[in-house]
């Protein structure tokens, strides 16, 4: 019943991973959707709007959980459907608990012009981690298939933060790097502010550069991997970067203007990267 749960709350959200989750067998598929599970309910804490204290005390008992699943006794619902993967495809404690750490990032206060080092270890955090979770759960736990979720997990994110400036700015958060805003004469850290600042598409357009870097890693990385283990890492990279370009199309002039990738344009590249 949770599997089906989860599952019905990935397609809705119309995410990619869904489309690259449904290459895999029905037993790793499970496994994916027990970790997206856990990465919601963290995610969700960190964005509650609630005081800080009640987010840090929840995320904490989050620690406590992974503790729990890995002691053999989950309480929660999700870390429960987490037990049998954990042991089967021998999940890493500290994946699970690195991504509780870049959760409190969020929590703990509002992200802003972080320096290039804080923003680098929040992606490694959020999606390098999960990762590391995905390569042993897709069947390849080599030291090339962590390279790809270090290098592809840090390229989904900074493309995730290029296409939610908008979004993220809601929230009091701006995760573009005081680095690359101060060599674009940006000097302020109001989220609002910057996304009107006349120079934000040239330092969105670094940013990208340094998130197409990244992707060109993790496609040499992936090259030393089990080919049909990788195939939903190889559709998660195809999407984003496709979604990536589709952000430097749009040049950035209009930050309030999401980009979505068709259903019709994820299929082709789910065909082309996935079944091929």
Same mark, same amino acid.
């Given at each position: 019943?949770?599997?089906?749960?989860?599952?019905?709350?990935?397609? =809705?959200?119309?995410?990619?991973?869904?489309?690259?989750?449904?290459?895999?067998?029905?037993?790793?598929?499970?496994?994916?959707?027990?970790?997206?599970?856990?990465?919601?309910?963290?995610?969700?804490?960190?964005?509650? @709007?609630?005081?800080?204290?009640?987010?840090?005390?929840?995320?904490?008992?989050?620690?406590?959980?992974?503790?729990?699943?890995?002691? /053999?006794?989950?309480?929660?619902?999700?870390?429960? =459907?987490?037990?049998?993967?954990?042991?089967?495809?021998?999940?890493?404690?500290?994946?699970?608990?690195?991504?509780?750490?870049?959760?409190?990032?969020?929590?703990?206060?509002?992200?802003?012009?972080?320096?290039?080092?804080?923003?680098?270890?929040?992606?490694?955090?959020?999606?390098?981690?999960?990762?590391?979770?995905?390569?042993?759960?897709?069947?390849?736990?080599?030291?090339?298939?962590?390279?790809?979720?270090?290098?592809?997990?840090?390229?989904?994110?900074?493309?995730?933060?290029?296409?939610?400036?908008?979004?993220?700015? /809601?929230? /009091?958060?701006?995760?573009?790097?005081?680095?690359?805003?101060?060599?674009?004469?940006?000097?302020?850290?109001?989220?609002?502010?910057?996304?009107?600042?006349? =120079?934000?598409?040239?330092?969105?357009?670094?940013?990208?550069?340094?998130?197409? @870097?990244?992707?060109? @890693?993790?496609?040499?990385?992936?090259?030393?991997?089990?080919?049909?283990?990788?195939?939903?890492?190889?559709?998660?990279?195809?999407?984003?970067?496709?979604?990536?370009?589709?952000?430097?199309?749009?040049?950035?002039?209009?930050?309030?203007?999401?980009?979505?990738?068709?259903?019709?344009?994820?299929?082709?590249?789910?065909?082309?990267?996935?079944?091929?």
């Amino acid at each position: 019943m949770l599997h089906q749960t989860i599952r019905h709350r990935v397609e =809705a959200a119309g995410t990619s991973f869904y489309w690259a989750m449904r290459l895999l067998p029905k037993h790793r598929r499970n496994a994916m959707y027990a970790v997206y599970a856990f990465c919601r309910e963290v995610d969700d804490i960190a964005d509650d @709007e609630r005081p800080v204290e009640h987010k840090i005390a929840a995320l904490a008992a989050w620690r406590e959980e992974i503790d729990a699943l890995y002691a /053999g006794h989950p309480r929660h619902v999700v870390a429960q =459907a987490l037990s049998r993967p954990a042991v089967h495809y021998h999940l890493r404690r500290r994946d699970f608990l690195a991504v509780i750490d870049g959760m409190e990032m969020d929590a703990r206060e509002d992200i802003r012009a972080p320096d290039f080092a804080t923003l680098d270890l929040y992606c490694a955090r959020v999606a390098s981690a999960v990762g590391h979770l995905s390569v042993h759960i897709f069947g390849d736990p080599s030291e090339a298939a962590h390279a790809v979720a270090e290098s592809l997990g840090r390229a989904l994110q900074l493309t995730n933060i290029l296409r939610d400036l908008d979004e993220d700015a /809601g929230r /009091g958060r701006l995760y573009l790097p005081r680095e690359v805003l101060d060599r674009h004469g940006i000097r302020e850290t109001d989220p609002i502010t910057v996304l009107r600042h006349p =120079a934000l598409p040239a330092a969105c357009r670094e940013l990208a550069a340094i998130a197409e @870097e990244h992707f060109r @890693e993790g496609r040499r990385a992936m090259e030393r991997c089990s080919r049909g283990a990788m195939r939903p890492a190889a559709v998660m990279a195809a999407i984003y970067r496709a979604t990536l370009s589709a952000l430097l199309r749009s040049g950035w002039r209009d930050p309030g203007g999401r980009v979505n990738l068709s259903k019709p344009l994820k299929l082709w590249l789910v065909l082309r990267h996935g079944l091929v």
